[in-house]
């Protein structure tokens, strides 16, 4: 049973560029959550998907924006890149379809954008 | 969001018991206790939860203080494996609610 699993592994934009990464979330989660982690900080909430709508959101400008499948994947856009979103991306999943509740969130691996 | 607070780094000896405490003196009534840890270069991955009884499982366990102000996190023989940033999170009841992380402890086995 695979995991979380995001793509790119590693990315270079320039500023001003846009960047899309993907998330593939563990078989029969439904619910997409993504976290921007910064070098030496804990992961921040960006925004959580389900049922293919924005659920929550966090603390970050309209540059970042989302979307989720039918098949429940997801995927993170950021516009206008600054040097400032350079950190790694991670995506979790949770949520057992046809369930009311799950605590467990499961993690990705991550992606690691740099912006130069 | 109630906060936590942890110490920035512990360091323990392999192969005996480690104590990872945490105070969320603001904690209220509905707020589950949770723990991820991050191992180097992945994600983080989930440890435990309770709400107010101790809780077990096969990674670690979890005492929560009577008043629910504190808990700790017992991890019973510490590998090098489990070198890792501890996080201590209060997580609404109803599911699915966000994780706000804060710098967690960093915990290093000495072999």
């Known amino acids: 049973d695979a995991g979380v699993t995001q793509s790119p592994t590693h990315l270079i934009k320039t500023r001003g560029q846009q960047v899309t990464l993907r998330c593939s979330p563990k078989s029969g989660h439904d619910t997409v959550s993504w976290y921007q982690q910064a070098l030496g900080q804990g992961p921040q909430f960006i925004f959580q998907?389900?049922?293919?709508?924005?659920?929550q959101r966090g603390n970050f400008p309209d540059r970042f924006s989302g979307h989720q499948f039918p098949n429940y994947s997801s995927e993170l856009n950021v516009n206008a890149l600054l040097l400032g979103d350079s950190a790694l991306y991670l995506c979790?999943?949770?949520?057992?379809?046809?369930?009311?509740?799950?605590?467990?969130?499961?993690f990705g691996p991550g992606t690691r954008l740099t912006v130069t | 969001d109630a906060k936590t607070t942890q110490p920035n780094s512990m360091e323990s000896n392999e192969e005996e018991p480690v104590h990872l405490p945490c105070n969320h003196s603001t904690i209220s009534g509905t707020d589950y206790i949770h723990w991820y840890r991050q191992l180097p270069s992945q994600g983080p991955e989930y440890v435990i939860h309770?709400?107010?009884s101790n809780v077990n499982n096969r990674m670690a366990s979890l005492a929560i203080a009577e008043d629910r102000k504190s808990s700790t996190l017992i991890l019973h023989r510490a590998t090098l494996r489990d070198a890792a940033v501890y996080y201590c999170i209060l997580r609404s009841n109803f599911g699915n609610e966000k994780l706000t992380f804060g710098t967690g402890t960093r915990l290093t086995i000495i072999p």
């Open positions: 979790a999943s949770s949520g057992e379809t046809g369930t009311a509740v799950s605590y467990e969130q499961y």
């Open positions: 998907y389900y049922e293919e709508e924005e659920r």
């Open positions: 309770g709400l107010t």
